[in-house]
């Protein structure tokens, strides 16, 4: 797979508040290279709190088997993933209760970050269904011109879930949590190996990218084990 540097500035940067503008090259692969997120371009564990990050899960939160997957807002094989595969993972295990289903966010650039935020502002309730929206319209709005213009196609959708301006507003310019979410990125990328979206962790053991009717085959061994 090709690799591309990790795009994301200061703290600043992290918000909205000091725009660069570049054009969004999202792929499947990931830098080796760590995503800034403080001053000086810097995030550690001993700087950034992290406890407040919820773990978007749907399904059955006591299922015998975990699905875990990573995946960028910015990435077109997860939005491919997401408009296909994922619909006939929910319908067979995660609606069923069968599975545990967590989702994991992964930045290749501050778009994604941004859709993130955009995401996590409706709480639990509302992740996943934003995250439908976000990858049926990524497209659109990954290409929608300068930063700016983007940020406003992400005030769109968060509107489109029923959002007010205020919290939407309140959500992109919280530079603490999108701190908190790089690191958080980091540390559960590192832990898990994670070099690549889609990844998915089926019981523990890395999977990259795969046809459903693969994935299927494991976990239904997972499921009979």
Not at 51 to 60: F, H, K, L, P, T
Not at 168 to 188: P, R, S
Not at 209 to 222: F, L, S, T, V
Request: glycine share 10%; hydrophobic share 40%; aromatic share 10%.
């Amino acid at each position: 797979m090709n690799r591309r540097t990790l795009l994301l500035g200061s703290a600043a940067l992290l918000g909205l508040g000091g725009w660069y503008a570049f054009t969004p090259r999202p792929t499947g692969a990931l830098s080796e290279g760590l995503l800034p997120g403080a001053a000086n371009a810097q995030t550690t564990d001993e700087t950034v709190d992290t406890s407040g990050i919820v773990e978007m899960v749907a399904g059955n939160p006591d299922a015998e088997v975990e699905v875990i997957e990573y995946a960028s807002f910015t990435c077109p094989h997860c939005a491919s993933f997401h408009a296909g595969p994922y619909k006939q993972l929910k319908a067979d295990y995660i609606d069923t209760g069968k599975i545990k289903f967590v989702y994991r966010e992964v930045y290749f650039d501050r778009f994604g970050l941004w859709a993130s935020l955009i995401a996590r502002c409706g709480g639990e309730e509302k992740f996943f269904g934003i995250a439908d929206l976000l990858y049926a319209g990524q497209f659109e709005w990954t290409r929608a011109g300068e930063p700016a213009a983007i940020v406003e196609e992400l005030r769109k959708i968060g509107r489109l879930a029923g959002m007010e301006n205020d919290a939407i507003e309140a959500c992109l310019q919280d530079g603490e949590k999108a701190k908190a979410l790089v690191t958080w990125y980091q540390q559960n990328a590192e832990a898990d190996d994670i070099d690549s979206t889609p990844t998915f962790l089926i019981n523990g053991k890395k999977y990259s990218n795969m046809a459903y009717a693969d994935m299927k085959e494991i976990i239904e061994e997972a499921l009979a084990g």
